[in-house]
């Protein structure tokens, strides 16, 4: 069982209804997805509810594609993949440049973006801790005032 197959019993996450084809993702999306994202899609069909003291909600593979056109991703956040959100108006993405996974302000640009961490499940244990808003790197927009 992988890490994320165990997390996703512990968690109750949904079951993925079929199996998923994730190259035809990808191709939709125009973007590579990280080895770990994909397994996660393969695994579930996404997640909504509380995990620790936050509200998550990560999308599953047959609402991906659709919300990051409709959320208009490829325009305002280019090389960016929405994969959730906290219902609270933050985003969590992938930044395919980098391969880290991000938090975004809704109305934010991509500079806005806080680390969350390189992998899902590094992104998975700030979430338990409550630590979105931390920034794990310095901020040179601040260094630089």
Not at 45 to 68: K, Q, S
Request: proline share 6%.
């Amino acid at each position: 069982m992988t890490r994320i197959e165990q997390l996703c019993h512990v968690l109750g996450w949904r079951p993925s209804a079929a199996d998923v084809d994730v190259a035809a993702i990808e191709s939709a999306l125009g973007l590579p997805l990280p080895l770990d994202y994909q397994d996660f899609l393969a695994t579930t069909d996404g997640f909504e509810g509380i995990i620790g003291e936050v509200y998550l909600v990560l999308l599953g593979p047959t609402e991906l594609v659709a919300a990051n056109a409709r959320a208009s991703i490829a325009e305002f956040h280019p090389a960016h993949v929405l994969i959730g959100g906290n219902g609270a108006g933050e985003w969590f993405l992938i930044d395919t440049n980098t391969g880290q996974y991000v938090m975004v302000p809704g109305i934010g640009r991509a500079l806005d973006a806080i680390p969350q961490g390189p992998t899902l499940e590094s992104f998975l244990d700030r979430t338990f801790k409550d630590q979105w808003f931390e920034r794990t790197m310095p901020d040179k927009r601040r260094e630089n005032r």
